[in-house]
């Protein structure tokens, strides 16, 4: 798969689902990918990228913004507290915003900047033990508590069991960000976006079938 026919079936499944041109921004998930393949999705045109780990960001994407011009980075990985600081100041948006003290830092930051990334609520849809997020039941009190903080919630993420349909979690997704007045839906990856487009994601985060499998040390 390469990316130019990853971006056809994004806006064949945008068309199929009957929503807008542009209504879905495909983030390209460069986390620990080669930099010349990077550099081959840069040249092709493409400025939204996803990273999971801020230490690779920030040797990163630095140098290819001066190099590229205006590219944005959003973090959909686990972010710790203490790299909170560094992840305002390189990402455009944080998708894992997923516990109190993690929003309290965030608020923080942002008062301190006068700034903040949008932010993305995690929401731990399949309730899984190993997995970052808020649980369902605790998603609406979890957000009304980062707005009483006045954090900027733009959206929710999620990311479903590997061994369920993808599409009955996004649903549940769908409905959370509805009731909550919401807009934003990180939703879908390599295997599950046209899903994704179809329950109305936003963003979806796509890796592998855009850069290849990717070689970890």
């Given at each position: 798969m390469s990316y130019s026919e990853i971006l056809a079936r994004?806006?064949?499944?945008?068309?199929?689902?009957?929503?807008?041109?542009?209504?879905?921004?495909?983030?390209?998930?460069?986390?620990?990918?080669?930099?010349d393949r990077v550099r081959?999705?840069?040249?092709?045109?493409?400025r939204l990228f996803g990273e999971n780990y801020v230490q690779e960001a920030a040797g990163k994407w630095p140098d290819l913004r001066v190099e590229f011009g205006?590219?944005?980075?959003?973090?959909?990985?686990p972010l710790q507290t203490n790299k909170a600081k560094l992840a305002v100041e390189l990402f455009d948006a944080i998708h894992t915003v997923d516990r109190p003290s993690l929003a309290e830092k965030l608020a923080?930051?942002?008062q301190d900047r006068g700034a903040s990334p949008d932010?993305?609520?995690?929401?731990?849809?399949g309730r899984e033990p190993q997995k970052a997020g808020i649980l369902p039941e605790d998603a609406d009190a979890f957000i009304a508590r980062c707005r009483a903080l006045d954090l900027?919630?733009?959206g929710l993420m999620c990311i479903p069991p590997e061994d369920e349909d993808s599409s009955a979690h996004f649903a549940i997704l769908a409905e959370m960000a509805r009731r909550n007045g919401l807009s934003g839906l990180s939703m879908g990856m390599s295997a599950d976006f046209e899903a994704a487009i179809a329950?109305?994601?936003?963003h979806i985060r796509v890796g592998s079938a855009i850069f290849g499998a990717r070689t970890y040390a």
């Open positions: 994004v806006v064949a499944a945008v068309r199929t689902a009957g929503r807008p041109d542009g209504s879905v921004k495909l983030i390209a998930v460069s986390k620990v990918q080669p930099l081959a999705v840069l040249e092709a045109g493409h205006r590219i944005d980075v959003h973090m959909i990985g923080r930051l942002a932010l993305f609520v995690q929401v731990n849809t900027p919630i733009h329950a109305g994601a936003t």
